[in-house]
């Protein structure tokens, strides 16, 4: 159970971090560095949900596993419009990256691809956060509200898989 | 603790392969920047659109006027009308560019997501003798401008996007928060939750 707490903070911090990198634009200095650090973050929620993965991929040819394709396009799609983001986010740095000696390039191309595959990873991520609703609640239900039900503690034994 | 480590470099190796391969996608498929052909395309898909009745004549009528030097501030906003008397190096720029040759239309909207939210506005091409501005302008209710920008074709500089960033006030900021947070990150979950009906 340290592993679902350790996702829940972790995934706390991704969601907290999205809403902040996306708005209030207080300063670009800090969109920059924390969108940087977005990066590492996304990798090791990659890594705690390989179990889920890993299982998603072989299962996916299964007869009647239309919901778990659903499942695999939408993480997918998210995982897509995450790099996109990412990468056109690094090639648009003005700040962070000129600060360590390198120097973005063809940002007039870049800066577009960024604004609008920003707005798509949003849009994936809320669906995201909706197809892991009863994990979210399960979680807290269990480490912030002391108060496990069953259905919430089947959705972090699906997701953990036998990686727990 | 032994086996944990190689897997998670070897799974870290995978994500980063995939990052790659989607990157070099990204790379290939992205179309260089073009301004013009932008905004020809704007312009085109802008055919289905009308104008804010009024918005085309009051642009031209202004940019004249900021080029002889002779802004009509009171048929501004008094926002409008402050911004412009602080700029005259703006106003110089406007006029270096020549006399108006071609205005196109390339699409109106609203400034805020919420419908019925912002306010509306209208993009014109203006090419001038010396070149090109995109212009952005908003009619208030009596007919006098309310917003009015331009900005050249060009990629934006690496100061303008710095600039531009966080120029918001507190209020527009925190409102846009607000709006973007209760939009994307709690409406979009519950329309997947009980519209979509995902699940695991």
């Known amino acids: 159970m340290k592993r679902t707490r350790f996702l829940l903070i972790l995934d706390t911090i991704l969601f907290v971090s999205l809403a902040v990198l996306i708005e209030p634009r207080t300063s670009l200095t800090v969109h920059e560095w924390l969108g940087l650090t977005f990066i590492p973050l996304v990798v090791v929620h990659l890594l705690f949900a390989w179990q889920w993965i890993a299982t998603t991929l072989a299962r996916l040819g299964a007869r009647g596993a239309w919901r778990l394709r659903i499942n695999a396009v939408l993480n997918l799609a998210l995982f897509v419009t995450f790099v996109v983001s990412a990468f056109s986010g690094v090639m648009t740095s003005f700040i962070v990256l000129p600060g360590l000696g390198i120097m973005s390039a063809n940002f007039g191309r870049w800066t577009l691809l960024h604004n609008e595959w920003t707005v798509y990873f949003e849009v994936i991520a809320g669906l995201h956060v909706a197809m892991n609703w009863n994990w979210i609640v399960g979680a807290v239900r269990r480490h912030v509200l002391a108060r496990p039900s069953a259905r919430g503690d089947a959705a972090i034994e699906a997701i953990a898989g036998k990686d727990a | 603790m032994a086996g944990k480590l190689p897997r998670a470099i070897w799974r870290t190796t995978l994500v980063l392969l995939a990052s790659g391969l989607v990157i070099a996608a990204s790379w290939v498929f992205t179309p260089p920047y073009e301004a013009r052909r932008f905004v020809a395309e704007d312009e085109q898909a802008a055919k289905t659109q009308i104008a804010t009745p009024g918005s085309e004549a009051a642009l031209r009528r202004v940019i004249g006027e900021i080029q002889q030097g002779r802004p009509n501030y009171a048929r501004m906003s008094k926002g409008l009308a402050d911004a412009l008397r602080r700029q005259p190096?703006?106003?110089?720029?406007?006029?270096?560019f020549g006399p108006v040759q071609a205005v196109g239309f390339l699409g109106g909207g609203r400034t805020g997501l919420l419908p019925g939210h912002g306010q509306r506005i209208d993009r014109f091409r203006v090419t001038f003798r010396n070149g090109m501005l995109i212009w952005v302008i908003a009619l208030g209710q009596d007919g006098e401008i309310d917003t009015l920008a331009f900005n050249t074709?060009?990629?934006?500089?690496?100061?303008?996007?710095?600039?531009?960033?966080?120029?918001?006030?507190?209020?527009?900021?925190?409102?846009?928060?607000?709006e973007q947070f209760a939009i994307m990150l709690l409406a979009v979950p519950l329309l997947g939750r009980f519209v979509l009906r995902l699940r695991l």
């Open chain 2, 153 to 178: 074709t060009d990629p934006p500089t690496p100061r303008q996007v710095m600039d531009g960033y966080a120029s918001f006030s507190a209020g527009v900021r925190t409102f846009r928060w607000a």
């Open chain 2, 89 to 96: 190096e703006a106003q110089k720029r406007v006029a270096a």
